[in-house]
């Protein structure tokens, strides 16, 4: 078993009861649910660090409902000559 670090932290009563109830439904402890969101949290920072570039091109288009899967070499085009433009 990995050595562990006592870490004492205050919840506010509701996410206390949340927790307590979430671990006895799952059959583990307040602790573990911690130590797991703990984890996920840190994945999701990590992977945030390495995201692929092409999700910067996301909700760029605004050629209306629908259009942009239509037009999107124009909508990219667009985009790339307002950058030039700044």
Do not use: C, W
Request: aromatic share 2%.
């Amino acid at each position: 078993m990995q050595r562990m670090r006592r870490t004492q932290i205050y919840l506010p009563s509701d996410l206390s009861a949340a927790l307590d109830h979430l671990a006895r439904q799952r059959g583990t402890s307040r602790a573990n649910l911690l130590r797991l969101a703990a984890r996920r949290l840190l994945e999701q920072e990590q992977a945030g660090e390495e995201e692929d570039p092409i999700f910067g091109i996301i909700g760029l288009g605004d050629a209306g409902p629908g259009r942009v899967s239509e037009e999107h070499d124009r909508v990219l085009a667009e985009h790339r000559l307002k950058g030039r433009s700044r």
